[in-house]
């Protein structure tokens, strides 16, 4: 089956319309900070004759699937094997001062989820693996094995907003001393043994422990501090940055993000504001969009996307 028929893009239509403005341009440069299999890449590049575009992703699969996808476009393409908070290294490398346009598709992606040896769905028996990068060293399973009851708690907590998130740590740490805990069926029935009888009507009693242990093995929310203010500094002035997230924690951090960068630093009291303290950034959607109706409906996966937008409209002077 062809790359393109595994793999539907997220609110393509509307990405594009966001950052066409920018990455219409003649000599306009791209970032696809999120690559996955190439989905919204591709678009770009057919829409946008001219357009060049830098492709990252940590994933080497997504890598290989998507250069075969993008082979077409030649040279208009460069691809790098990378954390999205590298990406300043990436352009460095690749001798680029700023760029017209940056897109991230966060979370993981529809490759990840669908090959159930890679541990990412726990309605899929597999290994605790839920690298995204499968050179890194740690995995679910190592957490799980090692970390402790109090460790336990506070990602399932802090990244999964999980209301049982002691109990569940708990319960973990006593059934692997009785025997490892390397599956996600084993995992799975020690969650739905540890869940109360008046809660199991509530929802999966894995989906926001498997969230939390993603995020954790991945580093999904220490990246992506890194990673935004790195992608605003390289946006040239009218570049413009569109960001989808699909859980609570990134939108929330995009969101600030965002916010701080579109807020003007002059004191209070200033009878006019100075160049050097206004904003370098002006919001492009008010709150965070949603997919439409007829979307969610033909792609679930598009039900919990959140996308926000930014476009630079200056530099502040620097004293």
Same mark, same amino acid.
């Given at each position: 089956m062809?790359? #393109?028929?595994?793999?539907?893009p997220?609110?393509?239509?509307?990405?594009?319309e966001?950052? $066409?403005?920018a990455i219409s341009r003649?000599?306009a440069?791209?970032?696809?900070?999120t690559?996955?299999?190439g989905g919204?890449? %591709?678009?770009?590049l057919? /829409?946008?004759?001219?357009?060049?575009l830098?492709?990252?992703?940590?994933?080497?699969d997504?890598?290989r699937?998507a250069?075969?996808r993008l082979g077409?476009?030649?040279?208009?393409?460069?691809l *790098?094997?990378?954390?999205?908070?590298?990406l300043?290294?990436?352009? +460095?490398?690749?001798?680029?001062?700023?760029?017209? &346009?940056?897109?991230?598709?966060?979370?993981?992606?529809s490759?990840?989820l669908d090959e159930?040896?890679r541990g990412?769905?726990?309605?899929?028996?597999a290994?605790?693996d839920?690298?995204?990068?499968q050179?890194g060293?740690l995995t679910?399973?190592r957490?799980?094995?090692?970390?402790?009851?109090? %460790?336990? !708690?506070?990602?399932?907590?802090?990244?999964?907003?999980?209301?049982? !998130?002691?109990?569940?740590?708990?319960h973990?740490v006593?059934?692997?001393?009785?025997s490892?805990?390397?599956?996600s069926?084993?995992l799975?029935d020690i969650?739905?043994?540890?869940?109360? !009888? /008046?809660?199991?009507?509530? &929802?999966?009693?894995?989906?926001?422990?498997? +969230?939390?242990? /993603?995020?954790?093995?991945?580093?999904?929310?220490?990246? =992506?501090?890194?990673a =935004?203010p790195?992608a605003l500094e390289? =946006?040239?002035v009218?570049g413009?940055?569109v960001?989808?997230?699909? +859980?609570?924690?990134?939108?929330?951090?995009?969101? /600030?993000v965002?916010?701080?960068?579109?807020?003007? #630093?002059s004191?209070?009291? =200033?009878p *006019?504001?100075?160049?050097?303290y206004a904003a %370098?950034f002006t919001?492009l959607?008010r709150?965070?969009?949603r997919?439409?109706?007829e %979307?969610q409906?033909?792609?679930?996966?598009?039900?919990? $996307?959140?996308?926000r937008?930014? +476009?630079r409209?200056?530099?502040?002077?620097?004293?």
């Amino acid at each position: 089956m062809a790359t #393109s028929d595994l793999h539907t893009p997220v609110m393509l239509d509307r990405c594009i319309e966001l950052l $066409a403005p920018a990455i219409s341009r003649p000599g306009a440069i791209a970032i696809d900070a999120t690559l996955g299999m190439g989905g919204h890449s %591709e678009a770009m590049l057919e /829409r946008f004759e001219g357009l060049q575009l830098i492709g990252i992703d940590r994933d080497p699969d997504a890598i290989r699937l998507a250069g075969e996808r993008l082979g077409r476009f030649g040279d208009r393409v460069t691809l *790098v094997h990378a954390v999205y908070d590298e990406l300043d290294h990436a352009l +460095q490398s690749a001798g680029i001062e700023s760029v017209e &346009g940056i897109l991230f598709d966060l979370g993981v992606s529809s490759l990840q989820l669908d090959e159930a040896d890679r541990g990412f769905a726990y309605a899929k028996d597999a290994p605790l693996d839920m690298r995204m990068d499968q050179t890194g060293e740690l995995t679910a399973e190592r957490i799980i094995s090692d970390w402790s009851a109090a %460790e336990l !708690a506070r990602i399932f907590r802090d990244y999964g907003d999980e209301r049982l !998130a002691l109990r569940y740590a708990q319960h973990i740490v006593a059934a692997r001393q009785e025997s490892p805990v390397d599956s996600s069926a084993k995992l799975v029935d020690i969650l739905q043994d540890a869940t109360p !009888a /008046r809660l199991k009507n509530a &929802g999966h009693p894995a989906k926001r422990v498997f +969230q939390a242990l /993603r995020i954790a093995v991945n580093r999904e929310l220490e990246v =992506l501090e890194t990673a =935004l203010p790195a992608a605003l500094e390289a =946006l040239a002035v009218d570049g413009r940055i569109v960001v989808m997230s699909y +859980q609570s924690h990134e939108d929330r951090m995009v969101k /600030r993000v965002l916010r701080d960068a579109t807020t003007s #630093s002059s004191p209070a009291g =200033l009878p *006019v504001e100075l160049p050097e303290y206004a904003a %370098e950034f002006t919001l492009l959607t008010r709150g965070a969009e949603r997919a439409a109706g007829e %979307e969610q409906s033909s792609n679930p996966r598009s039900i919990p $996307a959140r996308l926000r937008a930014a +476009q630079r409209v200056g530099v502040r002077s620097r004293r």
